[in-house]
């Protein structure tokens, strides 16, 4: 990390185990704020699938002095924005606004982590509300396909669910399994508070020691469930649609595996952008498809990596054998000095472009902290990614990328 670099980040734990780390940039009128749980939908019960999202939905929906139409334009009546996600492994709340209003900010959403009441109507109405969330992700191919890719990939686990969870167990949810999940989860040693922008730590530290409180309380971490064995798959499925949608994909690598920059570099050389090896050939060159990519997702103890494809059902055992070639390739032959390079300067570009997002910043922040316990600076990861050779990806190809390793997932159109 430069001096710079050093200087402007700053972390700091409370007694309670909550942390707190901030990076100061003074050239900007702007900030980004964010509450990050360290729970996802992994933690959940068979019975609990989807409750992690559920109560993300309902901690906009009224606080014990704020209503849900007051937490919404507490931020957005002073130009600012508000949101949240969650994933397998985090949740996070988090605003973008004015320097100015950075105790607002973190006001806001301390009180819906902290003070949100839950009431019944809302939990019903809500429900429907989510239900209607999942009939969007299954009209939508592509969402749909790789929840079903995602299935097979981790079958018998709960990254193999879907986040949002079913029908069934979202409407099973009372309060009290709201706020007992709230109670086992939500707990300070289970938060990172991150902000980026134009806001020293001392201003952001005074207002968190002054919004959260600092005893300590005992708190039991949830205990990881074992992987479940990996096997190749296949699954076709139909739906009403027009395209075929392709998954070919396998398990992958983990946040801190020491092989992943070989694999990211090799991702974005096949699927990365139009100058990628998959989108030139597939696409361009016989026009099998319109979207075609590669993708790489890590969690913190494994990881996903797939090609994805919309082509029509008759070009189907075409574009797979392209797939399949473009991934013998990288096992076949070193990859050329220039690709390399280029391939290395693609990414390098995207970090640091993502420099001049203040939420870019603050998520950076928060991810570093939750896998790593440290922040992971750009040095790092630019000397991480240039010390990777065309010999290493080579090596490390044979033994990924291997046919045998390989699930896949299609999805096609009904037969009219």
């Not at 600012?80 to 959403?109: P, Q, W």
């Not at 090799?266 to 498809?289: F, P």
């Not at 000397?383 to 896949?408: C, G, H, P, Y």
């Amino acid at each position: 990390m430069t001096n710079k670099e050093a200087e402007n980040i700053k972390k700091t734990t409370l007694k309670n185990g909550l942390r707190v780390i901030t990076e100061h940039i003074n050239s900007v009128r702007s900030l980004s704020v964010g509450i990050w749980i360290k729970t996802g939908s992994r933690d959940e019960t068979d019975r609990q699938a989807g409750i992690t999202h559920f109560l993300e939905h309902m901690l906009f929906k009224g606080t014990e002095k704020r209503t849900s139409f007051q937490i919404a334009q507490t931020m957005e009546a002073v130009g600012g924005f508000m949101n949240a996600f969650t994933s397998s492994e985090y949740t996070c709340y988090y605003t973008r606004c004015l320097d100015s209003e950075l105790e607002k900010a973190i006001d806001v959403l301390s009180d819906m982590v902290l003070n949100s009441i839950f009431p019944e109507a809302e939990i019903e109405k809500e429900k429907k509300v989510v239900v209607e969330e999942m009939k969007m992700y299954r009209d939508s191919p592509d969402d749909y396909v790789f929840e079903q890719f995602n299935g097979l990939i981790f079958e018998g686990h709960p990254l193999g669910r879907p986040i949002i969870g079913y029908e069934n167990t979202v409407n099973s949810f009372t309060r009290e399994d709201l706020l007992d999940y709230l109670k086992h989860r939500y707990h300070p040693s289970n938060i990172v508070i991150s902000v980026a922008g134009n806001a020293t730590h001392e201003q952001v530290l005074e207002l968190v020691q002054g919004y959260f409180p600092d005893a300590e309380t005992p708190f039991e971490d949830v205990k990881t469930l074992p992987l479940t064995p990996y096997g190749k798959k296949r699954k076709e499925i139909t739906k009403p649609i027009e395209q075929t949608h392709l998954i070919i994909g396998r398990r992958a690598l983990s946040t801190n595996h020491d092989e992943r920059y070989k694999l990211l570099i090799a991702n974005t050389i096949l699927g990365s952008g139009m100058s990628s090896r998959l989108h030139q050939n597939v696409r361009e060159k016989y026009g099998y498809c319109y979207s075609i990519q590669s993708f790489n997702q890590a969690y913190k103890d494994t990881g996903m990596f797939g090609v994805y494809v919309g082509t029509d059902k008759d070009y189907v055992s075409h574009v797979q054998e392209l797939v399949y070639n473009e991934l013998e390739q990288l096992c076949k032959e070193n990859i050329a000095d220039q690709e390399l390079a280029e391939a290395k300067t693609q990414l390098k570009g995207k970090l640091l472009l993502a420099q001049e997002s203040m939420s870019s910043r603050m998520t950076r922040l928060a991810k570093s902290e939750l896998y790593f316990d440290r922040y992971i600076s750009l040095d790092e990861l630019v000397d991480q990614i240039d010390a990777v050779t065309s010999k290493e990806i080579r090596t490390f190809a044979e033994n990924f990328f291997l046919k045998d390793e390989f699930t896949e997932t299609v999805l096609l159109p009904e037969e009219k």
